[in-house]
């Protein structure tokens, strides 16, 4: 009994805190949120409030104008980031799971062969000129896919520590004497131990994926194949590019147009609408997840 | 294990999708040898011609931008017996995209500086054209003339064409006309920077509220450019390292000189007067979201148009306010003002000369010129009968399908573009008489090859970018400032930059003597 | 007898190579694609790049592009930024992630751990860019939240934030925290659900109070995960987060001596260059300092406990 009262007490600990930081966290973004339905010269002339004097909705006129460019990219982002996520999570799994056997002999050499990877590239241009002369993946849905992110040394370490530290090899010895292949322990027993671990790094290749506009930037030229990020990003940095004093000078377009701060706020909010939308579904899984691998650990 | 099951088969589908993926290349690679072969059976081929340029408006879908290119081809074939490939790139990221093609064996065959000419020149990324410039850019040359030439020039070669349009940038303050009328403000007396400051006093008198001088952009409230008569020899604007002033022939500092230091007092004592915005130096809007805002009085900026075409064009994107503008300084011609946006062949073009035929068609034809700026006449903009034109009823930049209007200036020949609608046809004839009539620098013609001193120049430029901004809006003290600034400066090397420039131009001096 | 299982056992390491390395294939195959084949761009580094020449025709320059990283009165200020915001993300970044993740534990199944969850996580979503935005939105001198709303209503006199160094230290590692906090939360959360539940309960039984589990169970327990991040990080110590110290305090001068990093230094410094040479150099060197210090802190994690270590 005593222990489910201070369990009680310090669940209410944990919710105030929790809140608390939540507020913090959720803060500036609600103050992005006023500031893209704020008039923009009331933004200009008093700021950024949370109570401001003057709403308009004109810069999710200017998004709506384009809805059918948007809805696009919301498309191209949601299937590579399913893609991404999938495929990338299911290899760096069968990656990492080798190497937390203990008795693998290569278990040292393939760590610090991905460790590598993790520090040393050969940079922007060659990995470009083989994606793009090798492999031909320019302006498909692969470019936006394979490159870079996949699989990651990151992600491989997380998931060997979670094997190493949370599955105990014990568990395959005893399989193994009934026989069972390699293969099949890894996908029957493995990796559904592993939930906890797989949830996490999904989640945070999803994160990468729908985060990423490089590949987007490198491999895709018509703007069919844009994913929401390339969309926003490439108007943002223009901006960004125009604002700085000596290229506005030197290309003469002081007198360019560019679109307001309420836009750019409007902007990143749609980055981060579906992620608002979706996130709360592949919540279910993760928790489920966590709750899950914590019964049979 | 459900879970597990369903994971394996959406895996093996989409396995099976990576294989047919892998798979299209090689079907868009026969595409292409079969449209090939189909020209082959025309019995004329073209040389294919890939025209890089950079855009500020949205990039256009394939589909739209394959009907610009074959209106372009129609026109190009006949007359030079190329065909062309247009390829817009987001001006952010242009310089970095065509430097990673180029490397990456990728075909680029026409490109633009983007104030980084001498890098190209260094680096062997542009193709020396002064023997094909006669035979297949004749009327370039001559339209655009042997002086301006010069600029695109390094020790006697010509590597490239100045975009041809108004350079000569004249310094002027772009103003509240409603509040100059209202308060009696005789703006025809304002001749100077130092002018503005009663100006300025009398409109913080008469609206407290007001913050009458606003930023141009980050880190500049527009007194950088006011210095008259000086030569940055072919140095970014605001982060000149060693000049040339008053017509001498001697590389001097420039932030050692007393026009900068008049300059940077100047700003103080507007910042310390509350007469500019307090954070120009760091502030993420530009003049023209200020002056919508209402609480600004004006700014200074510098332009090509005359003073009343300049403050009409501004009025809209200034919040719909009555603007007046008045010039504080007169234009000064240097090489970077001519070949900051310089096109060149690249130095892997397979068909140097037909890139060079359709390079000069962009300065040229006024047709081509107008398809590459505007698309497609109907169904991209519509003529208005009196020589401007607009767009379609209903569309405007962001949804028409094919528009880089925004690059006007930049490219090709801007005085046979048509205008858009609502702009003065007449001022034209004005720009062109002011790049004729600016006053010229010594050293015009001359470009520095920065290539030894590389070191040094990354270490100055970070100097310069930590003091600079605050320097120039007012928010740091010159007395103080200063003194810590040039130590710097000859810490990181700027005297070695200032001597390599000087052997440089003495050597550029002599042979062109 | 004891020989024989020993064979037995050498036999069954052989034979267990083939079938894992299998598994594995997919993922080494594509890292070696990835990674390992475009390594060529490292010469880069040592070469004077000519377009016409290509990357294996350019004139070699030995260690000449490597020169501007070292020339400088900066090279100090922006090294030791750089190392020491590292090392203030390693650990306040960690303790906090592990504070937040048991918390976030400790509530179970809750409807509340849902939206807390989702709320930290929320600013991870936003680009550098428009965190810079947000930031300004707070601190500009003339109509920023803080001055207009907090410190003017109060009486107070308001502060010039972009051009006042002492408070930014401060603000850069809040930002740092307030983007990272739910991602690195999430990875300790993971961890101690594979945390044996029969340990807890059998702590509960011996009357173990909760606060005790925490710190004698579960913060022990996280202990594999800790050092892997840290080491992960380690090797990361030469690299900055550009966005951070660039778009954050809005490329203001007056803050160069607390948000000078390696990476703004060279972005700063080749802007107008645009040269590939020092550009790969100065990764290289990044890389190259950052690989000696991990593959030191990794023998020593191995003479202690070789089970954690990286490789």
């Known amino acids: 009994m005593k222990e489910n009262i201070e369990t009680k007490q310090f669940r209410k600990f944990a919710t105030i805190v929790l809140s608390v930081i939540s507020v913090l966290a959720l803060l500036p973004i609600l103050l992005i949120a006023v500031a893209s339905v704020t008039s923009e010269d009331v933004l200009i002339s008093s700021g950024y409030t949370f109570f401001p004097s003057k709403l308009s909705l004109d810069s999710y006129y200017y998004m709506v104008r384009q809805s059918a460019t948007i809805l696009r990219a919301y498309g191209i982002s949601i299937m590579v980031t399913f893609l991404g996520t999938v495929i990338g999570v299911l290899v760096t799994a069968m990656l990492a799971y080798p190497m937390a056997r203990k008795n693998f002999r290569l278990r040292n050499v393939m760590a610090f062969f991905i460790f590598f990877t993790m520090l040393f590239n050969g940079g922007i241009v060659s990995s470009y000129i083989m994606w793009s002369q090798i492999f031909h993946i320019k302006n498909t849905i692969w470019a936006l896919v394979v490159p870079n992110f996949l699989v990651t040394a990151f992600n491989v370490f997380l998931v060997r520590n979670y094997y190493v530290n949370s599955v105990h090899e014990s568990i395959i010895e005893s399989v193994q004497i009934d026989g069972a292949s390699e293969i099949r322990i890894f996908f029957s027993i493995m990796l559904p131990l592993s939930i906890p671990v797989i949830a996490t790094v999904s989640l945070f290749t999803g994160i990468i994926y729908w985060n990423d506009w490089i590949n987007g930037l490198y491999y895709i030229t018509d703007p069919k194949m844009y994913g929401i990020q390339n969309l926003l990003i490439r108007i943002m940095d223009n901006i960004q590019f125009l604002k700085s004093a000596s290229n506005a000078a030197l290309l003469g377009t002081q007198n360019i147009d560019l679109p307001g701060t309420s836009v750019r706020m409007a902007m990143a909010i749609i980055g981060i609408l579906p992620i608002l939308i979706i996130f709360p579904f592949v919540q279910q899984y993760m928790i489920k997840g966590v709750v899950l691998g914590a019964v049979k650990g | 294990m459900k879970v597990f099951k369903t994971l394996f088969l959406v895996l093996a589908i989409v396995a099976g999708m990576v294989l047919a993926a892998c798979g299209t290349p090689d079907s868009t690679a026969s595409d292409t040898t079969s449209a090939d072969g189909k020209t082959q059976t025309e019995t004329v081929s073209y040389d294919k011609v890939v025209y890089a340029y950079a855009t500020f408006n949205n990039t256009p879908t394939e589909e739209a931008l394959a009907e610009v290119e074959e209106a372009i081809n129609v026109i190009t074939r006949e007359k030079i017996g190329v065909e062309v490939e247009l390829m817009p790139i987001a001006i952010w990221d242009y310089s970095s995209q065509v430097s990673l093609a180029l490397q990456g064996g990728e075909k680029i065959d026409v490109f633009q500086s983007l104030g980084d000419l001498n890098t190209a020149?260094?680096?062997?990324?542009?193709?020396?054209?002064?023997?094909?410039?006669?035979?297949?850019?004749?009327?370039?040359?001559?339209?655009?003339?042997?002086?301006?030439?010069?600029?695109?020039?390094?020790?006697?070669?010509?590597?490239?064409?100045?975009?041809?349009?108004?350079?000569?940038?004249?310094?002027?303050?772009?103003?509240?006309?409603?509040?100059?009328?209202?308060?009696?403000?005789?703006?025809?007396?304002?001749?100077?920077?130092?002018?503005?400051?009663?100006?300025?006093?009398?409109?913080?008198?008469?609206?407290?509220?007001?913050?009458?001088?606003?930023?141009?952009?980050?880190?500049?409230?527009?007194?950088?450019?006011?210095?008259?008569?000086?030569?940055?020899?072919?140095?970014?604007?605001?982060?000149?390292?060693?000049?040339?002033?008053?017509?001498?022939?001697?590389?001097?500092?420039?932030?050692?000189?007393?026009?900068?230091?008049?300059?940077?007092?100047?700003?103080?004592?507007?910042?310390?007067?509350d007469l500019v915005m307090k954070d120009a130096a760091t502030t993420s809007s530009t003049a023209a979201e200020l002056m919508s805002a209402g609480n600004y009085f004006g700014y200074i900026a510098s332009y090509s148009y005359p003073e009343e075409d300049t403050a009409a064009s501004l009025e809209a994107q200034c919040g719909g306010y009555d603007l007046g503008a008045k010039m504080i300084g007169s234009a000064f011609l240097d090489t970077t003002a001519i070949n900051a946006l310089t096109w060149m062949i690249s130095s892997t073009s397979d068909v140097p000369e037909s890139a060079l035929k359709f390079l000069n068609m962009t300065f040229t034809d006024e047709e081509v010129c107008n398809l590459i700026i505007y698309g497609i006449e109907g169904r991209d903009y519509v003529q208005n009968g009196d020589g401007t034109v607009s767009y379609p009823e209903g569309l405007d930049p962001a949804t028409v399908p094919y528009t880089s209007q925004l690059s006007c200036g930049t490219l090709g020949n801007f005085f046979i573009m048509y205008p858009m609608g609502g702009t003065n046809v007449e001022s034209l004839a004005w720009e062109l008489e002011q790049n004729k009539n600016a006053k010229t620098s010594v050293a015009m013609g001359f470009t520095f090859d920065n290539s030894n001193v590389k070191t040094e120049y990354t270490a100055v430029t970070n100097v310069i970018s930590q003091f600079l901004p605050g320097l120039i809006c007012g928010s740091i003290d010159p007395e103080t400032e200063i003194p810590v600034f040039l130590e710097r400066l000859d810490e990181a090397g700027l005297g070695t930059i200032i001597a390599e420039k000087q052997t440089q131009l003495d050597a550029w001096v002599a042979s062109n003597k | 007898?004891?020989?024989?299982?020993?064979?037995?056992?050498?036999?069954?390491?052989?034979?267990?190579?083939?079938?894992?390395?299998?598994?594995?294939?997919?993922?080494?195959?594509?890292?070696?694609?990835?990674?390992?084949?475009?390594?060529?761009?490292?010469?880069?580094?040592?070469?004077?790049?000519?377009?016409?020449?290509?990357?294996?025709?350019?004139?070699?320059?030995?260690?000449?592009?490597?020169?501007?990283?070292?020339?400088?009165?900066?090279?100090?200020?922006?090294?030791?930024?750089?190392?020491?915001?590292?090392?203030?993300?390693?650990?306040?970044?960690?303790?906090?992630?592990?504070?937040?993740?048991?918390?976030?534990?400790?509530?179970?199944?809750?409807?509340?751990?849902?939206?807390?969850?989702?709320?930290?996580?929320?600013?991870?979503?936003?680009?550098?860019?428009?965190?810079?935005?947000?930031?300004?939105?707070?601190?500009?001198?003339?109509?920023?939240?803080?001055?207009?709303?907090?410190?003017?209503?109060?009486?107070?006199?308001?502060?010039?934030?972009?051009?006042?160094?002492?408070?930014?230290?401060?603000?850069?590692?809040?930002?740092?925290?307030?983007?990272?906090?739910?991602?690195?939360?999430?990875?300790?959360?993971?961890?101690?659900?594979?945390?044996?539940?029969?340990?807890?309960?059998?702590?509960?039984?011996?009357?173990?109070?909760?606060?005790?589990?925490?710190?004698?169970?579960?913060?022990?327990?996280?202990?594999?995960?800790?050092?892997?991040?840290?080491?992960?990080?380690?090797?990361?110590?030469?690299?900055?987060?550009?966005?951070?110290?660039y778009q954050v305090p809005q490329n203001s001068g007056r803050l160069f001596d607390v948000t000078q990093t390696i990476d703004t230094y060279v972005y700063r410094g080749l802007m107008q260059l645009n040269d590939v040479g020092m550009s790969a150099a100065a990764a290289l060197f990044q890389s190259f300092v950052g690989f000696i210090l991990v593959v030191s802190a990794n023998a020593l994690v191995r003479k202690i406990d070789s089970e954690n270590a990286l490789f």
């Open chain 3, 1 to 245: 007898m004891k020989k024989k299982k020993e064979k037995i056992e050498k036999k069954s390491k052989l034979v267990k190579t083939w079938p894992l390395l299998l598994i594995s294939l997919p993922g080494l195959i594509y890292i070696f694609v990835n990674s390992y084949i475009p390594m060529f761009g490292v010469f880069l580094a040592f070469k004077d790049y000519n377009y016409v020449k290509g990357i294996f025709g350019s004139d070699w320059s030995g260690f000449d592009n490597f020169r501007f990283l070292f020339k400088t009165r900066d090279a100090w200020i922006m090294t030791r930024n750089t190392v020491l915001y590292n090392v203030a993300f390693i650990i306040i970044g960690t303790v906090i992630a592990i504070f937040v993740a048991i918390l976030l534990f400790e509530m179970g199944k809750k409807l509340r751990v849902k939206f807390f969850q989702s709320a930290i996580l929320l600013p991870n979503m936003l680009s550098w860019v428009v965190i810079g935005y947000v930031v300004y939105a707070f601190l500009n001198a003339d109509s920023g939240f803080i001055n207009n709303s907090i410190l003017k209503p109060l009486g107070m006199e308001e502060i010039s934030w972009y051009s006042n160094i002492k408070p930014w230290p401060f603000i850069l590692i809040i930002v740092h925290i307030w983007k990272y906090m739910g991602v690195n939360s999430i990875i300790y959360m993971a961890s101690i659900a594979g945390i044996d539940k029969g340990i807890f309960e059998a702590a509960e039984l011996d009357g173990a109070s909760k606060t005790m589990q925490i710190f004698r169970i579960t913060i022990p327990m996280l202990k594999p995960t800790i050092i892997i991040l840290t080491l992960m990080a380690i090797g990361r110590i030469f690299f900055s987060d550009f966005g951070l110290f």
């Open chain 2, 121 to 273: 020149i260094s680096t062997s990324m542009c193709l020396d054209i002064t023997d094909m410039m006669g035979e297949n850019a004749a009327e370039s040359q001559e339209l655009i003339g042997d002086d301006w030439l010069a600029a695109t020039s390094f020790e006697g070669r010509i590597y490239g064409l100045p975009t041809y349009k108004p350079i000569a940038l004249t310094p002027m303050f772009v103003y509240r006309q409603d509040i100059a009328d209202e308060l009696g403000l005789d703006m025809s007396k304002v001749n100077s920077t130092s002018d503005l400051t009663s100006i300025l006093e009398q409109v913080k008198a008469a609206y407290p509220d007001m913050t009458p001088l606003a930023a141009v952009n980050t880190g500049n409230i527009g007194l950088g450019l006011t210095v008259e008569n000086v030569d940055y020899l072919t140095d970014n604007y605001y982060e000149p390292k060693g000049v040339l002033m008053n017509d001498e022939l001697t590389v001097v500092d420039y932030y050692a000189s007393d026009e900068f230091a008049d300059l940077c007092s100047l700003a103080r004592t507007w910042y310390t007067n």
